[in-house]
């Protein structure tokens, strides 16, 4: 596949920075509706994880919940 010199430059700083940290990365990025970006580096998958999405969901609603019943306040 050949890359953009943007798209070079984002894979370089990529790999430097995942490094320990996760197996892999996905960006892609649009402008004016045109995608200007689109690089995958280390371990990906064409699916996002859905147990990180209700982990949010679920806590949002019980926050929401708690602060209605009276049992926090700001």
Known sequence: MKFSVLEKNIIKNLEERI??????????????GRIICDVAVGNTYAYYDLASLTKV???TQAMIASFEAGKWTF
Request: aromatic share 12%; glycine share 12%.
């Open 19 to 32: 490094r320990d940290t996760t197996p892999g990365v996905m960006v892609r990025a649009y402008q004016g």
């Open 57 to 59: 969901l679920f806590t």
